[in-house]
């Protein structure tokens, strides 16, 4: 099925430092969600992006609506190791009800 | 916790054979969606309910079938299993209307010997 490139697939990053993902399509959506999974559980909902150029902070995470819609950018700063686990970002376009997700951002933190 | 109920948990059976997974969703929501997520696999969209229809549907196998009834719980039906249906089978609810983020459950293991 359709899905959205996210990058980088993994990454692995010390405690401490800060980390940028992106998610990119060639379609135009209008809402962007991001969302975390952590092993045996579902993905929760982190942020939702509903505006071109919007960006939302949920405590150390900061999440932009890319200005040309076509892309989404998540931030955590000042890693720990709870941030570990798989960052998925999913895009609705107008006039649908199907959101699409991305590949995945696979985080791991080494202490 | 989320809010979205998925029983059972886990689940083992064996290739031919039929099962049913169940999801209660957010109180309040009216919109049902199922995804598969195989190991190390991103979520592929199966179908999607509202209030009783279906809205959209996606990569969903003849094998597969799901419906949500007047209290808005939800079932997902897997016959003729094969060893490649083994997955995560995740139920999402949302409010419905245009932009709601869909909220998950824990899903439901599924392994087929």
């Known amino acids: 099925g359709q899905q959205l490139n996210q990058s980088p697939q993994s990454m692995f990053i010390q405690e401490g430092e800060d980390v940028s993902m992106n998610c990119t399509s060639s379609?135009?959506?209008?809402?962007w969600l991001w969302y975390k999974q952590e092993p045996g559980e579902g993905p929760v909902l982190l942020i939702a992006?509903?505006?071109?150029?919007e960006l939302t902070s949920n405590g150390r995470l900061t999440a932009q609506f890319g200005i040309t819609r076509k892309d989404s950018f998540l931030n955590i700063s000042a890693s720990i190791p709870s941030d570990v686990g798989i960052y998925f970002c999913?895009?609705?376009?107008?006039?649908?009800?199907?959101?699409?997700f991305g590949t995945g951002t696979r985080l791991k933190v080494l202490a | 916790d989320s809010g979205v109920t998925q029983t059972p948990k886990h689940l083992i059976t064996a290739t031919g054979q039929r099962v049913t997974l169940r999801c209660s969703p957010r109180?309040?929501?009216?919109?049902v969606y199922w995804y598969q997520q195989s190991l190390d696999q991103g979520l592929q969209f199966l179908i999607q309910?509202?209030?009783?229809?279906?809205?959209a549907k996606g990569n969903i196998l003849e094998r597969f079938s799901a419906q949500q009834f007047p209290d808005l719980h939800s079932e997902l039906n897997l016959s003729s299993l094969e060893l490649g249906d083994s997955a995560l089978y995740f139920c999402?609810?949302?409010?419905?209307?245009?932009?709601?983020?869909?909220?998950f459950g824990d899903g439901t293991r599924l392994s087929i010997l």
């Open positions: 999913a895009g609705l376009t107008s006039g649908t009800y199907k959101y699409i």
């Open positions: 109180s309040g929501d009216l919109s």
């Open positions: 379609s135009i959506f209008n809402t």
């Open positions: 309910y509202y209030n009783g229809e279906e809205r």
């Open positions: 992006l509903y505006k071109a150029g």
């Open positions: 999402a609810s949302s409010a419905g209307t245009p932009n709601q983020p869909q909220h």
